[in-house]
């Protein structure tokens, strides 16, 4: 592409946005639109934030950028009935002995063999059909990296990858608060319980950056966002929220622009999606551009959101029965051991709320808002979604609060309900889903979002896809959309 | 245990096929006994003699039963989108009451099989074809508004070809076949049913297809039999068939070509180049399945050829190798037959590149005899054909000779 092209970024989540900046910073001129009124995607609506707590966006992608984030990383609060569990980048408090000796050997094994398999992150995943030189040195860099965990550990990775991550949380820590936090790690966001076949991997996707911990931008997640949308700007980018892209337009294979919902066209000779995969090439593109095969691929995706959202607004700070109050660093894990966090799956799996809902909150101290994402409550409720359901799976969310918080049905003066089906519609996202599809062994690398989509660049000339649903997956990480943006400026053809 | 069934219904057919509507009629004819599973149906591979029912097709007329044939309704405001976006050609210059002999492929550019689409009028067609499509036609048909239904059972049909099946239904008082031309179709009447009367077929000569409901089929048949008569009608088998189709130059999915969706390994499937099919792609017209591999594939040498050939002598090089310069071997026969209306002995055969391209001389076929209990292994040489070996001027005379 020529210098001063313009370029179109559908959607102003931070891949979207990350895409868009490098693109302007390599002389393009992208114009970012949103459906949405607000930038940021699913973590930058002030109102209703749906992504609380931001997991690091990849040191390289910021530096491409040329911006500076200052990043504190939270502390994982995990109550129990004997008191409050600490886990934090230095320390492990509050939990049992020699629990808490056995979780740091096993995470510090954990965090070696992830960054063994970082190097397959920040790069668009290996070829297998037309293994060009390029892939196999990018192979091969991994492979080198692997082989440095030496015999024991390579062997141990292999041995763990694809098995779950219940069996070996019962083989190495037995179960309790600690356990617990990891099979929540392994699974937020998934339809997988901890007892899912390869959890050990999706935690170790997790763990290669930053150990998987989450971070608070100083100053909040509005500074993150503010500043991925100066990088557009300043360059020469264009940002337009309210702006629905309804239609991708194609003349003799190749991309030609879009249509948005009002009927406005605005030309472009090349489209970076980063709305979800099925949304970008069923609904804007069609199936009349793509063979059969590959919109059936397409439509197979799996993409089934078990997230709902809950805020509340509160009169004062939530406190634990031991009278502290978690800070706006701490990030509050609800969940008493692994397995109930597969019981809970176990619930969603067939429909049905979990009798015991596993939850992640944050308490924003500025707002006094607690917001909590509560985990295997499926988008697609047996019997529907009615205001029936909406209420009883806000009391649930409510009575476990409770047992954490005594006294927090008197705090609440206010709650605000997503499910993830309110998710799909809002964001555009099949099943309302946390990475925009299923981050499972077969929806990964080569195969994300599916077989034959995998190098960003779609059939269609010019359209390449920039988001979570692209390789290596959801999360705040930056990614997809910085891998999105090199293949178009490579050059990049399916 | 005593079978219950002391008297089945159908004595001469084996256990599991079915029979299809014409049955009555063709068991009392098979004096042969010879039967053969067509999609489950029992249909008749040779009744009395093969020569004959073969001459039949060639010297006088011949009803062959094809209703085991797949057949899928494709209706809808989108139809047309449907059906232009599975096959290879322009479906849009498709004028209703056309017929046109089609392929499909996959995202590869590999062939899945070929058939003949009707277009009943602007918004509905019937496909027709010998495997059965229904999954595909409902992968290609997702998102647009248009049906998909199997009318495979919901149909009878009937080949009637051969140079006197013109004035067969002349006899019948069917005024509306005077003036259809090759590959139309029209309602028309045969005795009091209704049936639809298509100018297609599959022996290079004169000859029609007739599409009615299977209640009508028996009354339809006898109304033809009666009638055919001072024509020679024939009822004939599928050996007859077969060799008609070596003939004519129809290729036969399973015998030639294996269809990309029932292949294993990745080299078995073809392209439509390495078929000898690349006229029937329309580059020129909006996205179609495979046009992207196929466009890719246009650019680059197939890496083989389905040829035509005629081999010396006269014994038929059925499963023959073929070698270069009697040493190399370069390709095999699919289908083989010595043919006796051309006097020649014919094959269609896949030669490995660059032979049947640029390498098209010296060519031999490896054919072994049986002489009393003893093999003999013979070469024969063999040359590449360009045309199908019989294609009669009858064919396409509108209106049609009486002969
Ligand atoms: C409930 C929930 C909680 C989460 N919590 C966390 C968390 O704490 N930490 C974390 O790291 N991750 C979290 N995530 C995951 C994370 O938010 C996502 O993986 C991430 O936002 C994906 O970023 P993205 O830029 O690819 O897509 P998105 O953030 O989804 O942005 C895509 C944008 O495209 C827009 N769009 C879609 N279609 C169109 C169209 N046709 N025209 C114009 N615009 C369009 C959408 O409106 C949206 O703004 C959470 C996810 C959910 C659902």
């Given at each position: 592409?020529?210098?001063?092209?313009?370029?179109?970024v559908?959607?102003?989540?931070?891949?979207?946005?990350?895409?868009?900046?490098?693109?302007a910073k390599?002389?393009?001129?992208?114009l970012?639109?949103?459906?949405?009124?607000?930038?940021?995607?699913m973590m930058?609506?002030?109102?209703?934030?749906l992504?609380t707590m931001?997991f690091?966006?990849w040191?390289?992608?910021l530096?491409?950028?040329?911006?500076?984030?200052?990043?504190?990383p939270?502390?994982?609060?995990?109550?129990?009935?004997?008191?409050v569990?600490g886990?934090?980048?230095?320390?492990?408090?509050?939990?049992?002995?020699?629990q808490?000796a056995?979780?740091?050997?096993?995470?510090?094994?954990l965090?070696?063999?992830?960054?063994a398999?970082?190097?397959?992150?920040?790069k668009?995943?290996?070829?297998?059909?037309?293994?060009?030189?390029?892939?196999?040195?990018g192979?091969?860099?991994?492979g080198?990296?692997?082989?440095?965990?030496g015999?024991?550990e390579l062997?141990?990775?292999?041995?763990?990858?694809?098995?779950?991550?219940h069996?070996?949380?019962?083989?190495?820590?037995?179960?309790?608060?600690?356990?617990?936090?990891?099979?929540?790690?392994?699974?937020?966001?998934?339809?997988?319980?901890?007892?899912?076949?390869?959890?050990?991997?999706?935690?170790?996707?997790?763990?290669?950056?930053?150990?998987?911990?989450?971070?608070?931008p100083?100053?909040?997640?509005?500074?993150?966002?503010g500043?991925l949308?100066?990088?557009?700007?300043?360059?020469?980018?264009?940002?337009?929220?309210?702006a629905?892209?309804?239609?991708?337009l194609?003349?003799?294979?190749?991309?030609?622009?879009?249509?948005?919902?009002g009927?406005e066209?605005?030309p472009?000779?090349?489209?970076?999606?980063?709305?979800?995969?099925?949304?970008?090439?069923?609904?804007?593109?069609g199936?009349?551009h793509?063979?059969?095969?590959?919109?059936r691929?397409?439509?197979?995706?799996?993409?089934?959101?078990?997230?709902?959202?809950?805020?509340f607004?509160?009169?004062?700070?939530?406190?634990f029965?031991?009278?502290t109050?978690?800070?706006g660093?701490?990030?509050?894990?609800?969940?008493?051991?692994a397995?109930?966090?597969?019981?809970?799956?176990?619930?969603?799996?067939?429909?049905?709320?979990?009798?015991?809902?596993?939850?992640?909150?944050?308490?924003?101290?500025?707002?006094r808002?607690?917001?909590?994402?509560?985990?295997?409550?499926?988008?697609?409720?047996?019997?529907?979604?009615?205001?029936?359901?909406?209420?009883?799976?806000?009391?649930?969310?409510?009575?476990e609060?409770?047992?954490?918080?005594?006294?927090?049905?008197?705090?609440?003066?206010?709650?605000?309900?997503?499910?993830?089906?309110?998710?799909?519609?809002?964001?555009?996202?099949?099943?309302?889903?946390?990475?925009?599809?299923?981050l499972?062994?077969?929806?990964?690398?080569?195969?994300?979002?599916f077989d034959?989509?995998?190098?960003?660049?779609?059939p269609?000339?010019?359209?390449?896809?920039?988001g979570?649903?692209?390789?290596p997956g959801?999360?705040?990480?930056?990614?997809?959309g910085?891998n999105g943006?090199?293949?178009?400026?490579?050059g990049?053809?399916? | 245990?005593?079978?219950?069934?002391?008297?089945?219904?159908?004595?001469?057919?084996?256990?599991?096929?079915?029979?299809?509507?014409?049955h009555?009629?063709?068991a009392?004819?098979n004096?042969?006994?010879g039967?053969?599973d067509?999609?489950?149906?029992?249909?008749?591979?040779?009744?009395?003699?093969?020569?004959f029912?073969?001459?039949?097709?060639?010297?006088?007329?011949t009803?062959?039963?094809?209703?085991?044939?797949?057949?899928?309704?494709?209706?809808?405001?989108?139809?047309?989108?449907?059906v232009?976006?599975l096959?290879?050609r322009d479906?849009r210059?498709?004028?209703?009451g056309?017929?046109?002999y089609?392929?499909w492929?996959?995202?590869?550019?590999?062939?899945?099989?070929?058939?003949?689409?009707?277009?009943?009028?602007?918004?509905?067609?019937?496909?027709?074809?010998q495997?059965p499509?229904?999954?595909?036609?409902?992968?290609?048909?997702w998102?647009?508004?248009?049906?998909?239904?199997?009318?495979?059972?919901?149909?009878?049909?009937?080949?009637?070809?051969?140079?006197?099946?013109?004035?067969?239904?002349?006899?019948l008082?069917?005024?509306?076949?005077?003036?259809?031309?090759?590959?139309?179709?029209?309602?028309?009447?045969?005795?009091?049913k209704v049936?639809?009367?298509?100018?297609t077929?599959?022996?290079?000569?004169?000859?029609?297809?007739?599409w009615?409901?299977p209640q009508?089929?028996v009354?339809?048949?006898?109304?033809?039999v009666g009638?055919?008569?001072?024509?020679?009608?024939?009822?004939i088998?599928?050996?007859?068939v077969?060799m008609?189709?070596?003939?004519?130059?129809?290729?036969l999915?399973k015998t030639?070509?294996?269809?990309?969706?029932?292949a294993?390994r990745?080299?078995r499937?073809s392209?439509?180049?390495?078929?000898?099919?690349?006229r029937?792609?329309?580059?020129?017209?909006?996205?179609?399945?495979?046009?992207?591999?196929?466009?890719?594939?246009?650019?680059?040498?197939?890496?083989?050829?389905?040829?035509q050939?005629?081999?010396?002598?006269?014994?038929?090089?059925?499963?023959?190798?073929?070698?270069?310069?009697?040493?190399?071997?370069v390709?095999?026969?699919?289908?083989?037959?010595?043919?006796?209306?051309c006097?020649?002995?014919?094959?269609?055969?896949?030669?490995?590149?660059?032979y049947?391209?640029?390498e098209?001389?010296?060519?031999?076929?490896?054919?072994?005899?049986?002489?009393?209990?003893?093999?003999?292994?013979?070469?024969?040489?063999?040359?590449?054909a360009e045309?199908?070996f019989?294609?009669?001027?009858r064919r396409?005379?509108?209106?049609?000779g009486?002969?």
């Amino acid at each position: 592409m020529k210098r001063g092209e313009r370029v179109i970024v559908i959607g102003a989540g931070h891949n979207g946005l990350i895409a868009a900046g490098l693109l302007a910073k390599r002389g393009l001129k992208p114009l970012v639109l949103e459906a949405r009124g607000h930038v940021g995607g699913m973590m930058g609506d002030p109102d209703f934030r749906l992504s609380t707590m931001p997991f690091a966006v990849w040191p390289q992608v910021l530096r491409a950028l040329g911006i500076d984030v200052a990043f504190e990383p939270m502390t994982t609060l995990v109550p129990t009935p004997q008191g409050v569990v600490g886990i934090s980048t230095e320390q492990v408090v509050g939990a049992e002995d020699g629990q808490a000796a056995a979780y740091r050997a096993l995470m510090s094994r954990l965090e070696r063999q992830a960054s063994a398999l970082s190097g397959l992150l920040l790069k668009p995943p290996p070829n297998l059909a037309s293994s060009g030189f390029g892939d196999l040195l990018g192979l091969a860099g991994t492979g080198l990296k692997l082989r440095g965990l030496g015999k024991t550990e390579l062997r141990d990775l292999l041995r763990i990858v694809l098995s779950n991550i219940h069996d070996l949380i019962e083989d190495e820590i037995g179960d309790g608060p600690l356990a617990a936090a990891l099979a929540v790690d392994a699974t937020l966001g998934s339809a997988m319980g901890p007892r899912s076949p390869g959890t050990v991997l999706t935690l170790l996707l997790r763990m290669a950056r930053n150990r998987g911990m989450r971070v608070m931008p100083k100053g909040g997640i509005d500074i993150l966002t503010g500043k991925l949308e100066n990088a557009v700007m300043a360059c020469g980018g264009e940002i337009r929220t309210n702006a629905p892209v309804e239609r991708i337009l194609v003349e003799g294979d190749r991309v030609t622009g879009v249509q948005l919902a009002g009927g406005e066209i605005v030309p472009s000779a090349a489209v970076l999606s980063s709305a979800a995969p099925a949304t970008t090439l069923l609904d804007l593109l069609g199936p009349q551009h793509l063979d059969a095969e590959f919109v059936r691929r397409c439509r197979k995706t799996a993409s089934t959101g078990m997230v709902a959202r809950i805020d509340f607004d509160l009169k004062d700070a939530p406190r634990f029965s031991g009278g502290t109050a978690p800070s706006g660093k701490d990030r509050i894990v609800i969940a008493e051991s692994a397995a109930a966090v597969e019981a809970a799956f176990n619930a969603a799996k067939y429909g049905e709320l979990p009798k015991q809902p596993v939850m992640e909150a944050h308490y924003d101290d500025r707002n006094r808002r607690l917001s909590v994402s509560a985990q295997f409550i499926p988008c697609s409720l047996k019997g529907g979604w009615k205001e029936e359901s909406r209420r009883a799976l806000q009391r649930l969310v409510e009575r476990e609060l409770a047992r954490v918080f005594p006294g927090f049905g008197s705090l609440a003066a206010a709650a605000r309900l997503m499910t993830a089906q309110d998710m799909a519609a809002a964001y555009r996202v099949p099943g309302g889903h946390w990475h925009h599809g299923e981050l499972r062994i077969d929806q990964l690398l080569m195969l994300r979002p599916f077989d034959g989509a995998a190098h960003y660049a779609m059939p269609v000339e010019g359209l390449y896809l920039c988001g979570a649903g692209a390789h290596p997956g959801g999360d705040i990480s930056g990614a997809p959309g910085f891998n999105g943006a090199q293949a178009l400026l490579a050059g990049r053809r399916r | 245990m005593a079978r219950k069934n002391a008297k089945a219904p159908h004595p001469q057919v084996a256990v599991g096929l079915e029979a299809g509507p014409f049955h009555e009629r063709i068991a009392a004819l098979n004096s042969q006994y010879g039967w053969m599973d067509w999609m489950g149906f029992a249909s008749p591979s040779v009744l009395d003699n093969v020569e004959f029912e073969y001459f039949a097709i060639r010297n006088q007329s011949t009803l062959f039963d094809i209703s085991p044939m797949c057949k899928y309704a494709i209706e809808g405001a989108d139809a047309e989108a449907v059906v232009n976006r599975l096959v290879t050609r322009d479906i849009r210059k498709l004028k209703p009451g056309r017929v046109a002999y089609v392929i499909w492929c996959d995202e590869d550019g590999n062939v899945i099989d070929d058939g003949t689409v009707f277009r009943l009028a602007e918004d509905r067609f019937r496909l027709c074809c010998q495997e059965p499509q229904l999954a595909w036609l409902e992968d290609v048909a997702w998102g647009f508004d248009a049906t998909i239904r199997d009318v495979s059972r919901e149909m009878a049909a009937l080949a009637l070809q051969g140079p006197t099946s013109a004035a067969l239904l002349r006899a019948l008082a069917v005024k509306e076949m005077e003036q259809l031309k090759p590959f139309d179709f029209a309602a028309v009447r045969i005795g009091r049913k209704v049936v639809e009367l298509s100018r297609t077929g599959f022996t290079g000569d004169l000859g029609y297809e007739l599409w009615m409901k299977p209640q009508d089929a028996v009354a339809v048949w006898d109304d033809l039999v009666g009638a055919g008569g001072q024509q020679g009608l024939r009822v004939i088998g599928y050996q007859a068939v077969e060799m008609a189709r070596i003939e004519a130059g129809f290729l036969l999915p399973k015998t030639d070509f294996l269809s990309s969706r029932t292949a294993l390994r990745t080299d078995r499937p073809s392209t439509p180049f390495e078929l000898g099919l690349e006229r029937m792609i329309a580059f020129d017209k909006p996205h179609f399945n495979g046009r992207r591999a196929l466009l890719r594939l246009a650019g680059s040498t197939p890496r083989r050829r389905l040829v035509q050939m005629e081999v010396g002598k006269d014994k038929p090089a059925a499963n023959a190798l073929v070698y270069h310069r009697k040493k190399k071997e370069v390709g095999m026969v699919t289908s083989a037959l010595w043919s006796p209306t051309c006097k020649q002995n014919i094959a269609y055969a896949w030669l490995d590149a660059p032979y049947g391209e640029t390498e098209s001389g010296d060519l031999w076929v490896e054919i072994y005899l049986q002489k009393e209990i003893r093999w003999q292994r013979r070469m024969e040489r063999c040359r590449i054909a360009e045309k199908p070996f019989f294609v009669h001027q009858r064919r396409s005379a509108t209106p049609p000779g009486d002969y």
